[in-house]
């Protein structure tokens, strides 16, 4: 039994345009996870990462006729709103959720690959830094930094993070890292493409929190 195989994304079209309510759906699996992690540290993350998916949702369920894609809301918005745009309601939101999905991707693929620290094979502290500098420290100020070093030491052993990955069936690691494989190939060119998106429109902003 494998969480990921359970909510993988789907095959995207030629044109890569991202199925608002599909994603909106996949997404969704994302935060309960954190309550698998076992610190507290995690609820703050959690609930991040729940209010961008409410926010999008909410944008969504306006008009799902209008909001087929993600695309289709986030230039709506930028005929809504063309002075706070980007920074401004679902745009806004999936400009960070995104990051945050990158995190896991890279996280997961960094497991996927082998990578670890030799001296502690069953901590997964240098997968969570690589994802950390890659997809969310730029945006963070010296605050959000520190949150980030608390959650380092808190994040579960790699048996443990696998374990929860199964359900919490005991599974042999090698079994694990094939289902993530699996996992990472749809969920990567959808993230991808989000990205894509945002870089396309225009609508990627830098500043830090
Ligand atoms: C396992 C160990 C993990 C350690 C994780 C360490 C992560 C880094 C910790 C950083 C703390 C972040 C705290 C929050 C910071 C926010 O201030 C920041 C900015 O927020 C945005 C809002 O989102 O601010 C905007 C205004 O400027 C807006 O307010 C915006 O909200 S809006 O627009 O909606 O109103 N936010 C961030 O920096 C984003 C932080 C994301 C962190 C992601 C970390 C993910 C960790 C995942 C670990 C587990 C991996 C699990 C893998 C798979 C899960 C399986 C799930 C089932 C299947 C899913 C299918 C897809």
């Given at each position: 039994m494998s969480l990921l195989l359970d909510n993988q994304f789907k095959e995207l079209p030629p044109d890569k345009a991202i199925d608002t309510k599909l994603f909106l759906e996949t997404v969704s699996?994302?935060?309960?996870?954190?309550?698998?992690?076992?610190?507290?540290?995690?609820s703050v993350i959690k609930s991040d990462i729940n209010g961008n998916i409410v926010k999008i949702k909410a944008v969504y369920l306006k008009d799902p006729a209008k909001y087929v894609t993600l695309q289709d809301i986030v230039e709506a918005e930028r005929e809504a709103h063309p002075a706070e745009w980007p920074k401004v309601g679902a745009t806004l939101a999936l400009m960070w959720l995104k990051r945050g999905l990158r995190f896991i991707q890279i996280l997961l693929q960094s497991l996927a690959d082998g990578e670890?620290?030799?001296?502690?094979?069953?901590?997964i502290r240098v997968n969570v830094t690589k994802a950390y500098e890659q997809a969310l420290k730029k945006y963070h100020g010296w605050l959000v930094q520190k949150i980030f070093i608390v959650a380092l030491h808190a994040a579960p052993y790699k048996s443990n993070f696998l374990k929860a990955l199964s359900k919490g069936e005991e599974v042999k690691e090698e079994d694990c890292l094939a289902n993530v494989r699996q996992f990472l190939v749809t969920y990567t060119v959808t993230v991808d493409a989000v990205y894509d998106m945002y870089s396309n429109l225009n609508a990627e902003l830098d500043y830090t929190v």
């Open positions: 699996h994302i935060p309960s996870f954190f309550d698998c992690l076992g610190s507290n540290v995690f670890r620290d030799e001296e502690n094979p069953n901590l």
